[in-house]
């Protein structure tokens, strides 16, 4: 999928990573993993990569696509097999949406 093809999905509980006095999201120190979500058709999670491993996520991909498992596998993102990612937050492309089927 590219980025134009992803969909807006409304409900999907989301929670912003903290930000400093300027309004700046604050980057984890490590990977962090969501909760797993579900709809009827997909469940989901959403990945918090920290800015070091962001900036190669930029480099791979320029924000303008999706990246396929071995690339998100080789940023050290670690899931069970399944998982694609889905959707690019314009406004935080360093959180990756991910869904798998149920």
């Known amino acids: ?13 989301y929670t912003p990573p903290a930000r400093n006095c300027a309004g700046m999201p604050q980057y984890p120190d490590f990977i962090e993993y ?3 979500y579900a709809d009827d058709k997909y469940v989901y999670r ?5 800015k070091s491993v962001a900036k190669e996520m930029y480099r791979l991909t320029e924000c303008r696509r999706l ?6 596998r ?7 097999p399944g998982w694609s990612h889905f ?9 990756l949406l991910f ?4």
């Not at 869904?99 to 149920?102: D, E, G, L």
């Open 34 to 36: 969501s909760d797993r």
């Open 1 to 13: 999928l590219k980025v134009s093809q992803a969909r807006y999905i409304p409900w999907l509980p």
């Open 74 to 80: 080789s940023l050290g993102v670690q899931q069970s």
């Open 46 to 50: 959403h990945v918090i990569l920290p």
């Open 87 to 95: 959707l690019i937050h314009q406004p935080e492309p360093h959180i």
């Open 99 to 102: 869904r798998r089927p149920k």
């Open 67 to 72: 990246m396929e498992e071995r690339e998100w």
